[in-house]
T-cell receptor, first 112, second 113 residues
Framework: QKEVEQNSGPLSVPEGAIASLNCTYS??????FFWYRQYSGKSPELIMS????GDKEDGRFTAQLNKASQYVSLLIRDSQPSDSATYLC????????????FGQGTILTVHP | KAGVTQTPRYLIKTRGQQVTLSCSPI?????VSWYQQTPGQGLQFLFE???????NKGNFPGRFSGRQFSNSRSEMNVSTLELGDSALYLC????????????FGNGTRLTVT
């Protein structure tokens, strides 16, 4: 079992729809969770961080965390073509300084 | 606030050579981490430095090494390059390398021929 797994893609949604990206992790002591967006040929860009159970909203983005189920998700409302990118789920465990464990990424395409 | 700066952006090297990559973190960030990204393995952690000390290390051979200077700038060195070292090398900084998010630089694209 991989440490961090993301729903297999690619994911294609129409403009204006809600895109739902999911991630599960195996280490129960994981404490910090992040979503990064990576455009082709670019570096990962931080979208959201979440540390406690529940929802966290930032503009069109909502991150959801359920530590009991070891599950974290990212919802993108009113999806735009500019949201088309690879979305990376990253998990930090305990005091593993500077180390994030990344999922393999989900490619999202928003079509007009 | 300036972001994380990596130089050079692109490098082409020959097998057996060595290479040094440079990273300047965001001002005030004392933790610098290095990652390797390849299509097959994704993003993999190399090592982390804080106050000139390596605090954490990933599962890479000893050919991969790094250091951090007193101004928090960091360098990564790869010796005896192999074809499989071709990758995007990313540097990330954070205030403490603990719970704070990592902010990535633009990366150095290394091609080994």
């Amino acid at each position: 079992q991989k440490e961090v797994e993301q729903n297999s893609g690619p994911l294609s949604v129409p403009e204006g729809a809600i895109a739902s990206l999911n991630c599960t992790y195996s280490d129960r002591v994981s404490q910090s969770f992040f979503w990064y967006r990576q455009y082709s040929g670019k570096s990962p860009e931080l979208i959201m961080s979440i540390y406690s159970n529940g929802d966290k909203e930032d503009g069109r983005f909502t991150a959801q965390l359920n530590k009991a189920s070891q599950y974290v998700s990212l919802l993108i409302r009113d999806s735009q073509p500019s949201d088309s990118a690879t979305y990376l789920c990253a998990v930090k465990t305990g005091t593993s300084y500077g180390k994030l464990t990344f999922g393999q990424g989900t490619i999202l395409t928003v079509h007009p | 606030k300036a972001g994380v700066t990596q130089t050079p952006r692109y490098l082409i090297k020959t097998r057996g050579q060595q290479v040094t990559l440079s990273c300047s973190p965001i001002s005030g960030h004392r933790s610098v981490s290095w990652y390797q990204q390849t299509p097959g393995q994704g993003l993999q952690f190399l090592f982390e430095y804080f106050s000139e000390t390596q605090r954490n290390k990933g599962n890479f051979p000893g050919r991969f090494s790094g250091r951090q200077f007193s101004n928090s700038r960091s360098e990564m060195n790869v010796s005896t390059l192999e074809l499989g070292d071709s990758a995007l090398y990313l540097c990330a900084s954070s205030p403490d390398g603990d719970s704070s998010p990592l902010h990535f630089g633009n990366g150095t694209r290394l091609t080994v021929t």
